[in-house]
């Protein structure tokens, strides 16, 4: 009787890519700020939306860091957004070592 139960955060809460789980809000918030509009690229604007996602539960879990990772793998950012979110993130889980 074990498995994911239809509504519950584990089929909520994670998008599984290539048999991978990521952080399924992280990954849509860098598809809708990219998708048809401005140059393609995460705004300083939107990685302040994209913080919120990381910080939301109060630590940097391995998930929400491979999400990054993926994120920056497949996605661009202005270079005003990548250098204010690498400050950010790193003051974060500086403060939740």
Same mark, same amino acid.
């Given at each position: 009787?074990?498995?994911i139960v239809?509504?519950?955060m584990s089929e909520t809460y994670y998008k599984i890519?290539?048999?991978k789980k990521f952080d399924k809000q992280?990954?849509?918030?860098a598809e809708r700020t990219t998708a048809g509009k401005g140059d393609g690229r995460i705004s300083l604007t939107d990685a302040k939306e994209l913080?919120? #996602?990381? %910080?939301?539960?109060?630590?940097?879990t391995e998930v929400e860091k491979d999400t990054m990772a993926y994120i920056r793998e497949n996605y661009k950012f202005t270079e005003e957004a990548d250098s204010w979110f690498?400050?950010?993130?790193?003051?974060? #889980?500086? %403060?939740r070592a």
């Open positions: 009787m074990f498995g239809p509504g519950t890519i290539d048999g992280m990954l849509d918030i913080i919120g #996602a990381v %910080t939301d539960g109060g630590r940097y690498r400050e950010e993130i790193r003051r974060f #889980a500086a %403060t």
